[in-house]
């Protein structure tokens, strides 16, 4: 966070700010946290176990409906308890059947 707190702090940053008004202590390193509300895209479920989010911390995705996707067979009769992988792409990759082929291979059964 330090690191992240001065790259924020370097002079063309701190000019910026000055000149709009803002008031900031450029000693604490948590000084553009919001006190108000963190979100994230990020489903609960993918996310790491912890107790340790500030009660402004917030899951709001996913963002989509599914009718913009096209219907992929998904062997659902073959999962057999084991881990799975999960790989999110963004927006870039998204949809881009070789990357996940490219992942985990298919076989056909």
């Not at 008031?23 to 479920?45: C, M, N, V, Y």
């Not at 917030?58 to 799975?84: A, C, I, Q, S, Y």
Request: proline letters at 6%; hydrophobic letters at 35%.
């Amino acid at each position: 966070m330090a690191k992240f707190a001065k790259m924020l702090g370097n002079d063309g940053v701190k000019a910026y700010a000055r000149n709009a008004g803002f008031k900031i202590d450029w000693e604490d390193p948590g000084f553009t946290l919001s006190k108000i509300a963190w979100l994230t895209q990020t489903p609960r479920e993918f996310d790491f176990e912890t107790s340790s989010w500030p009660s402004q911390f917030h899951h709001t995705g996913p963002f989509h409906d599914g009718k913009g996707r096209d219907e992929v067979n998904f062997p659902w009769e073959r999962l057999t308890g084991d881990p799975l992988i999960y790989a999110s792409m963004g927006t870039v990759l998204n949809g881009q059947a070789e990357v996940f082929r490219t992942i985990a291979p298919c076989r056909e059964a």
